[in-house]
C-alpha cells in the first residue's frame, strides 16, 4: 500500500499533491516521496514485532536524504550505516551515535576508532580478523567495545544472486563453524563486550522460508551462546524483506515481524531489525518526461529524460519498476521499449511492454523507485543528480536542489592547477539548464 494515487481529476498524485503540479514546479526527472506511505510502513513492521522489546534500525543505504532520516528519527527509529560517511549522515539528522549500529564487510580501521570514540550501539564485526583490529583500537583508546558478530547463516534468499548475502560463499558475515571460537577469543577480551549476535541473509526476499530457516539457525546459536556466558543483549535478523515491484507478493511486514519474534521471543533478548527497501522502496517514484518517440525498423522507443544514471536498478539487477503515466489516455496500447537518453543499451526501463499511447512530453512515473535509487545515481554521461521532493499532504517541500551542470566539475582542477569556478564558459551564455 503507498501513497501515490489518481486524484478525481484522474491525475496521479503523491498524497494530496498531483505529480504534474510538481513538475510544473520543479521540473523532471525529480524523485517524489509521500511520507504517510514511510509512517505506514514503520507502523505496520512495528505491529509485527510488538510482542518483544525491539529496535528497527533504519538501513540508510536504501535511502540517505537527510529529511528522510529526519523523518526515520522522528518514528523513533535507530540506524544501521555501512560506513562512516553514513553515521554521520545520521548524527546529521540528529541521530545520537547510541542509536546508530556500524555494519559493513569491510570498515576501515579509522571508521571502527570513530564509532567506537563516538559511542556508537554497537560494531557489527564480520570477521575474526576484523575482531582483532577492533579490540586493537579499543585497548588503544582504553575504552570497551560494543560488538555484534554478523554470522553466515548459510541459507539461500532465493533473490536474485547480485543481492543474495547469506550463503558460504557470499563475502559476508562470519563463517558458520568459525562462530564458537571468534565468540570464545572475544570473550577472552576484556576491551570488547560481545552484546550481539546477527545476520542480514540478502535483499527483496519474497518469502517467508528464508527468514524463518536464518531465525531458527540464529536462536540455536544465540541460546548456545547465551549459556556459555557470552553476554548478550541484541539478537539481529538485519533486513531483506521485498516489495511488490510488479507482480511479487512477499509477506506483509507484520506477518514478517510475528513470525521473527514468535521464533526469537523465547531468548529474552531484544530483536534488532535493519529493515531498508520495505519501508522507502514503496514510498518513492521517479517522475521523468518523454523526450522522444522513435520509430526503429523493429521497435518504437519511448525515450525518457531519465535515465540509468538516475535508477539504475533495471541495469544492474535485472529489475522491473512500473510505468504509470501521470494524466491517463484513452487507451490506444501498442507495444514498446521504454529507454533513457544514456548511451547504453543497459539503460533500458522496460522491453517489449504493451502501454497506452505516449506522446512527446507525457509524464511517466517509474514507481518503487524510493530504496536503491537516488542513492546510487551518477554523473555518467554527463548528467546533474535530479531534484527530490517530500510530499506530505497538501505540502510538497524539496528535500534535494537539482544539481547545475556546473556541478559536473565541482571539486576539479584545470590542468594548470587552479580550481575550477562554478561560472559557465561564456558561449553557453544564460544556459537553461533545469
Ligand atoms: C542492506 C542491508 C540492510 C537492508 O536491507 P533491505 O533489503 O533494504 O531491507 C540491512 N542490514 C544490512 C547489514 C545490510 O547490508
Not at 576501515?108 to 579490540?135: P, Q, T
Not at 531465525?215 to 540455536?220: F, T, W
Amino acid at each position: 500500500m503507498d501513497h501515490f494515487q489518481r486524484n478525481a481529476q484522474g491525475v496521479l498524485a503523491a498524497e494530496e499533491v498531483s505529480l504534474k503540479d510538481i513538475a510544473k514546479e520543479y521540473g523532471t526527472p525529480t524523485f517524489v516521496y509521500a511520507k504517510a506511505t514511510i509512517e505506514r510502513h514503520v507502523r505496520v513492521l512495528r505491529e509485527g514485532v510488538k510482542d518483544v522489546p525491539h529496535s528497527l534500525c533504519y538501513a540508510i543505504k536504501a535511502n540517505s536524504n537527510l529529511a528522510i532520516l529526519e523523518t526515520l528519527a522522528g518514528l523513533g527509529c535507530d540506524f544501521d550505516a555501512v560506513s562512516i560517511g553514513e553515521f554521520v549522515q545520521a548524527l546529521k539528522a540528529g541521530a545520537k551515535p547510541e542509536q546508530v549500529i556500524l555494519s559493513g564487510v569491510g570498515k576501515r580501521d579509522d571508521e571502527m576508532r570513530s564509532a567506537l570514540k563516538w559511542g556508537a550501539r554497537y560494531i557489527c564485526v564480520e570477521s575474526i580478523e576484523e575482531l582483532k583490529a577492533l579490540e586493537q583500537i579499543a585497548c588503544h583508546e582504553k575504552v570497551c567495545a560494543p560488538v555484534a558478530v554478523r554470522v553466515n547463516p548459510d541459507v539461500d534468499a532465493k533473490t536474485h544472486p547480485y543481492i543474495a548475502t547469506g550463503l558460504k560463499q557470499n563475502k559476508f558475515g562470519v563463517a558458520w563453524n568459525q562462530v564458537h571460537e571468534l565468540y570464545r577469543w572475544g570473550q577472552e577480551r576484556s576491551a570488547l563486550s560481545l552484546i550481539g549476535v546477527t545476520c542480514h541473509i540478502g535483499s527483496q526476499l519474497t518469502t517467508m522460508d528464508p527468514f524463518i530457516d536464518a531465525a531458527k539457525r540464529i536462536g540455536v546459536l544465540a541460546g548456545e551462546l547465551l549459556e556459555r556466558g557470552v553476554p548478550l543483549r541484541d539478537v539481529g535478523m538485519g533486513g531483506g524483506l521485498g516489495i511488490p515491484y510488479t507482480y511479487e507478493n512477499p509477506p506483509t511486514p507484520k506477518e514478517y515481524g510475528q513470525a521473527l519474534s514468535d521464533i526469537l521471543k523465547p531468548l529474552g533478548l531484544n530483536l534488532v531489525l535493519e529493515p531498508g527497501r520495505v519501508i522507502v522502496g514503496n514510498a518513492g517514484i521517479l517522475l521523468a518526461k518523454v523526450v522522444r518517440i522513435k520509430e526503429g525498423s523493429e521497435r518504437v522507443f519511448v525515450i525518457l529524460d531519465a535515465g540509468m544514471n538516475d535508477l539504475i536498478r533495471p541495469a544492474l539487477y535485472q529489475a522491473t519498476h512500473r510505468l504509470e503515466k501521470v494524466e491517463v489516455s484513452a487507451a490506444n496500447h501498442a507495444v514498446v521499449d521504454v529507454v533513457g537518453p544514456i548511451c547504453e543499451s543497459a539503460d533500458t526501463f522496460l522491453e517489449q511492454e504493451s502501454l497506452g499511447s505516449m506522446e512527446c512530453g507525457d509524464l511517466v512515473a517509474l514507481r518503487s523507485s524510493g530504496a536503491y535509487a537516488s542513492v546510487m545515481a551518477s554523473h555518467y554521461n554527463g548528467r546533474p543528480h535530479v531534484a527530490e521532493i517530500l510530499v506530505d499532504g497538501k505540502r510538497a517541500q524539496l528535500i534535494k536542489k537539482r544539481e547545475s551542470i556546473a556541478d559536473l566539475w565541482r571539486g576539479e582542477f584545470h590542468l594548470q592547477g587552479d580550481a575550477a569556478d562554478s561560472t559557465y564558459p561564456l558561449e553557453t551564455g544564460s544556459i537553461d539548464d533545469e
